[in-house]
């Protein structure tokens, strides 16, 4: 018997959760890596340095909920157009951009 998850955006309609998960485990990944040692450097101790960034996490799970689940279009819509596609991969990688700049930029 295999496993099948089986995921349902707003509209019930079933859909690929690839996206999300991959995008939760990459968010876990880096809120688990930089979060503690920023919270460290800053003072907090290791505890509350774990516990904001288990929030940031659950923040961001939330986040990517909203975008790739309950927002996302039936697996029959079809393709989106090429402009829409563009844009949402520019805000993306500017995005990255941005936080992986703001993550090595040294603590004072």
Known sequence: MAFELRVHNRHGNRIDPVPFLVSVGLAFMLTMSF????GLSYGLALSTSLALSAVA??????????????SAP?????PLPPGPRFERLLYAALGIGVALVGLTVPLL
Do not use: H, S
Request: overall charge neutral; glycine content about 14%; aromatic content about 18%.
């Open 35 to 38: 979060g503690p040692i920023y």
């Open 57 to 70: 996490f659950c923040g961001l799970v939330a986040v990517a909920y909203a975008q790739f689940v309950r």
């Open 74 to 78: 039936p697996l029959d819509a079809g």
